[in-house]
């Protein structure tokens, strides 16, 4: 399933956007024909819009469902991906976690799966292991400056949450810079 030319449409009107740009169209046209997919542009390109574009088909079939997840190695590039989702005027549900704030308020917020799920590896490991994430409907993840989460040190986080997604088929990378090689994870 494909998001509709209404919709998307609908989507750039409430952005603010003409048109997208190529960047963007090919990683339409790769996450529909792909379920690994590496998305290598410069910073300030509109990746964020180019791979949330491609997730709203699946997030609109599985309202009762968390079935993506995005991970983020900082707290405001997380932050800055829910605001892009929210712009998006799609009204499902999105939870964004990461440490600096209470846990509690997270917590209460994940007791109806939301329909996307973005955050901090660190954030994200801490409520899968809790209990308090369930990963079982999890079919999507997409790792956002892929590269700045191995620099940091979070390979090891980020392996531990992978291994806990069963039912994991489609994988997208997002950076500005391309590492080689790619985390076996």
């Known amino acids: 399933m494909q998001l509709s030319s209404d ?3 609908v989507i750039l009107e409430r952005l603010s956007i003409a048109a997208l740009n190529p960047m963007q169209e090919a990683s339409l046209a790769a996450c529909q024909q792909h379920d690994e997919v590496v998305l290598l542009s410069n910073t300030g390109s509109g990746k964020t819009l180019a791979f949330l574009l491609p997730l709203l088909p699946q997030l609109q079939q599985s ?3 968390s079935t993506t997840l995005i991970l983020s190695p900082t707290r405001e590039l997380a932050l800055q991906i829910e605001a892009v989702f ?6 499902l549900k999105v939870t964004c976690c990461y440490g600096g704030h209470k846990v509690e308020i997270e917590e209460n917020s994940l007791k109806q799966a939301p329909a996307l799920l973005i955050g901090t590896a660190g954030r994200i490991a801490d409520h899968i292991r809790r209990g308090n994430l369930q990963t079982q409907h999890i079919t999507t993840l997409v790792i956002d400056e892929f590269d700045k989460s191995v620099e940091l040190g979070f390979e090891e986080t980020m392996a531990f949450i992978v291994g806990e997604l069963p039912s994991l088929r489609k994988k997208i990378l997002a950076s500005a810079t391309n590492i080689e090689p790619l985390p076996a994870f």
């Open 86 to 91: 929210k712009s998006m005027g799609t009204g």
């Open 63 to 65: 309202p009762k469902n």
């Open 7 to 9: 919709q998307l449409a």
